[in-house]
């Protein structure tokens, strides 16, 4: 039997439910987006007030908030002053339901912050977003998982609260009395029946939150599918904007150092039109990409100055260091940092000015689908496109907002041969338009020789060699240079007279034609210009043995040892890239084969050169 107690308890709980969802959403979010970023100190301390109330009984919670908000507490006597009463009051039932399903909504908002892509974050302050901009548009949406799963569990915790409402609000009838609260007395009177009711509509309450819930949040992914080009409202930043310029000279300097945890990164270059795009190679874990992110504003090193085109973003000696949203510098990440909650035509636009209208915008986006031959394409979204198709969409977001600079950090390194090549020739015809400068890096060299003029080459934090791509390969300043540019075939050397040395390891003594290095340690040559000759004495011509070989679809690898007979397979000095043609011929033939070391192509190292 339903009586007017019996409904009077059901809007009570149903009316503190919902505010208190209400405040707890907004609170914990909050709090919760402030935890994911706060880095000082006590952040264990503060976490743990903040999650008390999940762990302590509830009835420890009411007595804690009653002592609080009592009029003999510190909170109820300041209230007082005011004319305000809590205890005893529906406020008090709003209180006690807020304080014990914060826990709830705070920890899983805490939850969903932490697991979203930084490089996601990252991107959009590249692309010019404001703070608040990223914080609706990207963290938001890729947090509506969790933050839905938190409301649910503080609707459910707030509608369920028993012992801190109980405490603090009492049990008074059409007033404080929650369907929980009116059960315990129901029951404890002994009228069962009416306690049965009370259960069933406090289940019946909850599931249909959570079918309704559930409903809205698969329409909204039913109406996120059709969705095609821009929502109504866009909150692009003012501070994305960058004036559409043509500019005569783009100038770029670089001088910066920062500690990583193995090396000291200490970085110094200068770029302009001419020399653009830049390949920046090195292993792996050389600092290549920690140069980029200092360059965008992601990272901020120890010291040093980052001008471009005469406008200082970074300068510690000045203290000064604008924020990525201010520098006009656009970066591809390795993932790509596509948004996956947007469309393609809605990733592109990201970056684009809010003063811009729709139509402007709209037609920008379809210009820039169609340079990277994906012009129909718009209205999917990251998940449904290749990874090809992705690296294309992210060059295109970068290049629409029209920075003066643009980043590329190793864009193909997760792409198979044959798509990386087809995509390498789009990146270098598209680039051809660019009036910006481009700063790619990678450790492939045949990329970077592809795309760039200028190379330069780091290894653990040092620049050390930076000049025209020919000049780079075929003469390397330094051994670990040659090592990265792809050279192979070393030796210890030392001088013999002015235009002689021995190699030591090969066993030989070598003619050369460039001037003898005062402190020649080693020497080097490529692969590809050692040439198999029929003639069986000459300058720096000597018998070889085949030790074993490398097949690939247009050469062979050819390991070889001068002068004597193998003794196994490893027993090898040099390494000859062999064309296939070539290696048909040199197979009809007995051993020994001949080779000729053309003197100019032979590499020189001081040691004294910097490594």
């Known amino acids: 039997m339903l009586n007017s107690s019996v409904l009077a308890s059901v809007w009570i709980s149903l009316k503190t439910a919902v505010v208190a969802t209400i405040i707890t959403f907004c609170l914990g979010v909050l709090a919760a987006w402030w935890m994911s970023r706060y880095q000082g100190k006590g952040k264990g301390l503060i976490d743990g007030i903040f999650t008390a109330p999940l762990v302590l009984p509830p009835t420890v919670v009411g007595f804690l908030l009653l002592l609080a908000l009592g009029k003999n507490g510190f909170l109820g006597q300041l209230l007082d002053l005011v004319g305000i009463r809590v205890i005893f009051t529906w406020y008090a039932t709003v209180i006690a339901a807020t304080v014990v399903a914060f826990p709830l909504m705070y920890k899983t908002a805490l939850a969903a912050f932490q697991q979203n892509n930084s ?113 109504k409202e866009r909150g692009y930043s003012q501070t994305a904007f960058r004036e559409s310029k043509q500019i005569e000279e783009i100038k770029l300097e670089v001088d910066i ?134 690296q294309r969409i992210a060059l295109a977001r970068a290049l629409a907002s029209n920075p003066a600079v643009t980043l590329l950090d190793e864009p193909f390194s997760a792409l198979d041969t044959n798509l990386k090549s087809r995509l390498i020739k789009l990146l270098r015809k598209r680039l051809t338009n660019y009036p910006g400068l481009t700063l790619y890096v990678t450790h492939n060299l045949a990329e970077a020789y592809y795309l760039c003029p200028q190379l330069l080459i780091i290894d653990r934090g040092k620049a050390i060699a930076f000049n025209q791509k020919q000049n780079v390969i075929n003469h390397p300043p330094n051994l670990k240079t040659a090592q990265i540019t792809g050279c192979n075939n070393f030796s210890r050397a030392k001088k013999i007279s002015s235009q002689i040395i021995a ?109």
């Open 257 to 390: 150092q920062k500690q990583l945890p193995d090396f000291l990164l200490d970085i110094a270059f200068t770029i302009n039109s001419q020399q653009n795009p830049l390949g920046i190679l090195g292993a792996s874990g050389a600092g290549k990409t920690t140069v980029l992110r200092c360059i965008a504003g992601l990272e901020t090193p120890d010291r040093g100055i980052i001008v471009l085109n005469n406008r200082v973003l970074f300068d510690s000696a000045k203290k000064i260091n604008l924020l990525p949203q201010e520098r006009a510098v656009g970066l591809v990440f390795q993932d790509y940092a596509l948004f996956p909650h947007l469309t393609v035509a809605e990733n592109i636009a990201f970056g684009m000015s809010i003063t811009h209208s729709t139509s402007v915008i709209k037609k920008e986006v379809t210009k820039q689908l169609q340079e990277v031959n994906l012009p129909l394409l718009h209205d999917r979204f990251p998940a449904q496109l290749s990874g090809g198709e992705q």
């Open 119 to 231: 490089n996601l974050i990252a991107c959009a302050r590249t692309l010019g977003a404001s703070e608040i901009t990223i914080f609706w548009r990207i963290i938001l949406p890729l947090a509506k998982p969790g933050l839905i799963a938190g409301t649910l569990l503080a609707f459910a915790r707030a509608l369920g609260e028993f012992g801190a409402t109980l405490m603090l609000a009492g049990s008074i009838p059409g007033k404080t009395q929650t369907i929980p609260i009116a059960i315990f007395f129901v029951a404890e009177s002994g009228a069962m029946d009416r306690a049965l009711w009370l259960v069933i509509i406090l289940l019946f309450i909850s599931l249909v939150v959570i079918m309704g819930v559930n409903y809205w949040e698969h329409q909204s992914n039913v109406d996120r599918g059709k969705r095609i080009f821009f929502p």
């Open 503 to 611: 190699a030591i390891d090969w066993q030989c003594e070598l003619q050369v034609e460039h001037p003898i290095p005062k402190n020649l340690s080693q020497i080097g040559i490529h692969a590809h210009v050692i040439t198999f000759t029929k003639n069986e004495s000459g300058i720096n011509i000597f018998p070889v043995w085949l030790t074993k070989y490398s097949e690939f679809p247009n050469k062979v690898i050819a390991y070889l040892k001068l002068h004597s007979t193998i003794n196994n397979a490893e027993d090898y000095q040099l390494e000859a890239e062999i064309t296939l043609l070539e290696w048909q011929r040199l197979n009809k033939l007995a051993f020994p084969w001949y080779i000729h070391l053309s003197p100019p192509e032979i590499i020189m190292f001081d040691a004294k050169a910097p490594n």
